[in-house]
């Protein structure tokens, strides 16, 4: 199994900021196939980037993703009020998938 | 407006069954393959089963493999998850996701709201 560490566990920063998320994967990750998620409390997840740097349909392009094979990040350039959540990396493509336990980005 | 409605959860004993269903809409359910995933509140996600849309393809998380069956139904644009021999750890909560393409990759681009699953003696 691929163990996706996140890092940091937290993150407190003010709108307007940068903040730079990190995925790293146990193992290499197959064909890119790692995605982005946002989740807000009481709400489901919402997919931001597949393949490691598309964007999802209705994403703002303020939102981007890199990275390859076992490091990947998540780049927020620019902090809006509503972007403050929890974000989580994910494994997919087979029975074997994985998501990290998450970064909380935090209002500072 | 694209929406996924689960239901089904509910308090059980440890190693009973319990079937969740979830209604999809405002897309066209059988050129999608469907996931289930779930969630402990306030721990990580974890991916469930997929199924692809023609049911052909099927894939199990090995947490729940051998006892847990994913189903569909194109012709009520319905997708169940039939869950046996349940544990204490499989309580959650659990999303019924659309994937982005007809086979299963576990990438989920449409979430419902969730029904919560309780095991408990």
């Known amino acids: 199994e691929i163990v996706l560490t996140q890092s940091p566990g937290t993150l407190s920063l003010s709108p307007g900021e940068r903040a730079t998320l990190s995925c790293r994967a146990s193992?290499?990750?197959?064909?890119?196939?790692l995605a982005w998620y946002q989740q807000k409390p009481g709400q489901a997840p919402r997919l931001l980037i597949f393949?490691?740097?598309s964007r999802a349909t209705g994403i703002p392009d303020r939102f981007s993703g890199g990275g390859s094979r076992t490091d990947f990040t998540l780049t927020i350039s620019r902090l809006e009020p509503e972007d403050f959540a929890v974000y989580y990396c994910?494994?997919?493509?087979?029975?074997?998938?994985?998501f990290g336990q998450g970064t909380k980005v935090e209002i500072k | 407006e694209v929406q996924l409605v689960e239901s089904g959860g509910g308090l059980v004993q440890p190693g009973r069954s319990l079937r969740l269903s979830c209604a999809a809409s405002?897309?066209?359910?059988?050129?999608?393959?469907m996931n289930w995933a779930r969630q402990v509140p306030g721990k990580g996600l974890e991916w469930v089963a997929g199924?692809?849309?023609?049911?052909?393809?099927?894939g199990y998380a090995d947490s729940v493999k051998g006892r847990f069956t994913i189903s569909r139904d194109n012709a009520k644009n319905s997708l169940y998850l039939q869950m046996n021999s349940l544990r204490t750890e499989d309580m959650g909560l659990y999303y019924c996701?659309?994937?982005?393409?007809?086979?299963?990759?576990?990438?989920?681009?449409?979430w419902g709201q969730g029904t919560t699953v309780t095991v408990s003696s």
């Open positions: 996701a659309k994937d982005r393409g007809p086979q299963w990759l576990g990438l989920m681009d449409v």
């Open positions: 405002g897309f066209t359910f059988d050129d999608y393959a």
């Open positions: 199924i692809s849309w023609n049911s052909g393809s099927i």
């Open positions: 193992q290499s990750v197959s064909s890119s196939y």
């Open positions: 393949g490691a740097s």
């Open positions: 994910q494994q997919y493509g087979s029975s074997r998938g994985t």
